[in-house]
């Protein structure tokens, strides 16, 4: 079966990093993803990483392993606009395939 | 570019009667998926279109379904709703050779009473 986990909440300090964990373990592997989904809103795109090793984008990275079914979202500088559900998602065979979404880690942001 | 757009956003239903959500994607995706959101669960994959045609499913009773048109609009049908069918309902888009990155709507909260 297909399976993803995640922390289910986490708190960290203004201007702090903080690193969600992921782990996978699914029928196949073709990408895995990260989408941050503020409450009563869409989920929007963060990363995505297909190959081992870490992907920068501004406050953000992304680190993939493959042989360990593991992934990493790191959120340096934290600011308080980013209190939000981070959701973690496989796609699982090549193709234009569904993701297979983790529950999220709702992560709060304080002073 | 706009976005996905999703109609309505808010909706509130009895237990028993149907309900058809709309869905349309960015200008030039092809491919729609749509989600269901509910705390206990998170996001679970409904079922997917590419040009017209049903291309994924998802494990869902037959009670929900959907269909896609010729602009990729698309469309959402739950028959005989239940209160557990109360969730936020995702739409998302991706272009036909981008296999990466989806799109998100807004949602469209049901509640079931």
């Known amino acids: 079966g297909q399976n993803i986990d995640q922390p289910t909440e986490m708190t960290a300090t203004e201007g702090a990093i903080v690193q969600i964990n992921c782990t996978y373990q699914t029928s196949g592997f073709n990408g895995l993803f990260w989408y941050q989904q503020h409450a009563g809103e869409a989920p929007t795109f963060l990363s995505y990483?297909?190959?081992?090793g870490l992907e920068e984008t501004g406050r953000f990275s992304s680190f993939l392993s493959r042989s360990k079914g593991y992934s990493y979202l790191l959120l340096k500088e934290l600011q308080m606009k980013d209190s939000a559900s981070y959701l973690c998602a496989v796609r699982d065979r090549v193709g234009n395939t569904p993701l297979v979404f983790g529950k999220g880690t709702r992560l709060s942001v304080i002073a | 570019k706009a976005g996905v757009t999703q109609t309505p956003r808010y909706l509130i239903k009895t237990r028993g009667q149907q309900v058809t959500l709309s869905c349309s994607p960015i200008?030039?995706?092809?491919?729609v998926s749509w989600y269901q959101q509910t705390p206990g669960q998170g996001l679970q994959f409904l079922f997917e279109y590419f040009s017209e045609t049903q291309r994924n499913k998802g494990n869902f009773p037959g009670r929900f379904s959907g269909r896609q048109f010729s602009n990729s609009r698309s469309e959402m049908n739950v028959s005989t709703l239940e209160l557990g069918d109360s969730a936020l309902y995702l739409c998302?888009?991706?272009?036909?050779?981008?296999?990466?990155?989806?799109?998100f709507g807004p949602g469209t909260r049901l509640l079931v009473l």
């Open positions: 200008s030039g995706h092809r491919s």
């Open positions: 998302a888009s991706s272009r036909v050779s981008d296999q990466e990155t989806q799109y």
């Open positions: 990483n297909v190959l081992d």
